[in-house]
């Protein structure tokens, strides 16, 4: 069974910085590349960056480039965002999901984690 | 605002069938596929089509995807209760070089 689980989110004073994880299970992890996708409270869903699994290619959205950095192990099993320069409209829960191949097609997600940016 | 462009809201009774749309432009739906999701309340978005019309295992054939040149359609029939959620498309980008969403259409099953 495909679980996907994200952790390390939590509040952060804006300029801060966060680095989220997502354990990944139930698939061989390398094969895949692997996105995270945002939504702040009440809104939509945005697509942050993505990672591929066969050659390392990484793509990001314009609102998080120069301040966020998507990384992966596969040795662990484990993607990674590091987020640093957060603002309040960073704000948001973070979902990580499968994405075979980065076309848009994400079909496992985590349950999410809530990365707050308040002072 | 979105790059791709759902209508906000939409609505029918049980038993009916309901369409929603997403309109893109020739460097999203144009060139590539488009996906479909349906987010419950409080929960996380799940696969509802890929490749513009494939229904991933489980998903009921009352959904129905289509795509014609710089627009998608999701299609549902025989509406259910339960079907009363958030519905998303999302697509690649060629131009912006990263995957673009919908903003969201919220079913209303009356």
């Known amino acids: 069974e495909v679980q996907l689980l994200e952790s390390g989110g939590g509040l952060v004073q804006p300029g801060g910085s966060l680095r989220l994880s997502c354990a990944a299970s139930?698939?061989?992890?390398?094969?895949?590349?692997m996105s995270w996708v945002r939504q702040a409270p009440g809104k939509g869903l945005e697509w942050v960056s993505g990672?591929?699994?066969?050659?390392?290619?990484?793509y990001y959205a314009d609102s998080v480039k120069g301040r966020f950095t998507i990384s992966r192990d596969d040795s662990k099993n484990t993607l990674y965002l590091q987020m640093n320069s957060l603002r309040a409209e960073d704000t948001a829960v973070y979902y990580c999901?499968?994405?075979?191949?980065?076309?848009?097609?994400?079909?496992?997600w985590g349950q999410g984690t809530l990365v707050t940016v308040s002072s | 605002q979105s790059v791709l462009t759902q209508p906000p809201s939409a609505s029918g009774t049980p038993g009916q069938g309901v369409t929603i749309s997403c309109s893109g432009s020739?460097?999203?739906?144009?060139?590539?596929?488009v996906n479909w999701y349906q987010q419950l309340p409080g929960t996380a978005p799940k696969l509802l089509m890929y490749?513009?019309?494939q229904r991933p295992s489980g998903v009921p054939d009352r959904f129905s995807g289509s795509k014609s040149g710089t627009s998608a359609s999701l299609a549902i029939s025989g509406l259910q209760s339960e079907d009363e959620a958030d519905y998303y498309c999302a697509a690649w980008d060629g131009r912006l070089n990263g995957v673009i969403f919908g903003g969201g259409t919220k079913l209303t099953v009356l």
């Open positions: 990672i591929s699994g066969s050659d390392g290619s990484i």
């Open positions: 139930g698939f061989t992890f390398s094969n895949y590349a």
């Open positions: 020739s460097s999203n739906i144009g060139s590539n596929t």
């Open positions: 999901a499968r994405d075979p191949p980065i076309t848009g097609r994400f079909d496992y």
């Open positions: 490749s513009s019309y």
